[in-house]
């Protein structure tokens, strides 16, 4: 099973999915081993501890084999917790525009996705799981900073740019529960462009300082 | 089992504690009725749907009976979900100082109360079940609604302001979330002024529109 991702074309390595023409059951089987090795692996040491390599040789398979199927650990981690979005290629896509529209950018991706019921309540699920059991919110942790956040900051160069772009994570992930997850209303029946004007600038004001409308 | 209130002093009504002196037990006994049944007529109807009345029907007491022990319907909701925190009388409290300082005073609040781990880790917990069952998101919703948006945009009095103290709660929400639950870095870190400087102007500018530092 794949996850398609959510924002097409934002990868900058387009996924290679040759499989080998003559042996596609096989080559599924390999693939589903392998991410089950992922998942089992990244609960037991979380996501910054585990690597390519030790999923390789927990899947008993060659490192190359694994590289085959996926780019690169953000892209096994996603499929290991069957991820419906994917933050970090939303969070490259964004830093590929204007830098003042950074935080605009973001939210709009964000929410042009998760207003697809299929794609929110598997969302709210990971964050469910993640409030609820300390290693899953150890490993959303861990994913939200190395591959969100510090590219984020790396961008914007600036010495505090780790604790901006923290900050900024609280007005997104606030977005999504509370619209999602809780459903508050007006927020929840509010259009995307209100969401988009109204929590877009604040991320930005945020990341880096940029006034307010 | 008592929650003791967050904000010291910050009820209007002060709680009678008046039990008969010779039947403390019986006395126990009746509250502990009155809870059980309020988190039965909570859960089954709702927040808005469940009356004080109701509930003293539910729980076979006179209605006089649950108005000796609760001063209002948002004080029994706190006490059957054991709320570790009462967002009602903090709203109350910030909207009692300057305007342009209600959301820095809700924040300071909420981050000197929540950053006692006894008290995040049940807001948490709350959280969590929110997120993964529909009867806890709906009371939790509309508990939210009622005692804290519907308050704020009744003293703000602008058109829009139902809809700006619901933006407000997506940056409150994704604060608690984010520090408390997910615990992101450096934000999970940061000292109680850096998270008020940071986070208190934002949910001032949803709610006013008030320029940001």
Same mark, same amino acid.
């Given at each position: 099973m794949r996850t398609e991702?959510?924002?097409?074309?934002?990868?900058?390595q387009p996924r290679?999915? $040759?499989?080998?023409a003559k042996s596609t059951a096989l080559a599924d089987d390999t693939r589903s081993t392998i991410v089950t090795a992922a998942a089992a692996e990244f609960s037991r040491d979380g996501y910054d501890a585990t690597s390519m390599r030790g999923i390789a040789r927990a899947a008993g398979v060659d490192p190359a084999l694994v590289r085959h199927y996926f780019s690169d650990k953000a892209d096994l981690f996603a499929e290991a917790i069957a991820a419906p979005m994917r933050p970090d290629r939303m969070v490259r896509q964004a830093l590929a525009g204007p830098r003042d529209q950074i935080g605009v950018n973001l939210v709009r991706y964000m929410v042009e996705t998760l207003d697809r019921p299929a794609a929110s309540e598997r969302v709210i699920r990971m964050m469910h799981t993640a409030l609820g059991q300390e290693f899953a919110a150890k490993m959303l942790r861990q994913f939200i900073i190395r591959e969100v956040l510090k590219r984020i900051a790396k961008e914007l160069g600036e010495e505090d740019s780790e604790l901006r772009a923290s900050f900024a994570a609280t007005q997104i992930v606030g977005m999504v529960v509370a619209r999602y $997850?809780?459903?508050i209303e007006p927020l929840a029946s509010a259009s995307p462009d209100e969401v988009v004007n109204r929590i877009g600038p604040v991320v930005q004001w945020h990341l880096m300082g940029n006034p307010l409308p």
């Open positions: 991702p959510v924002v097409e074309g934002s990868s900058p290679r999915r $040759g499989r080998p $997850g809780i459903k």
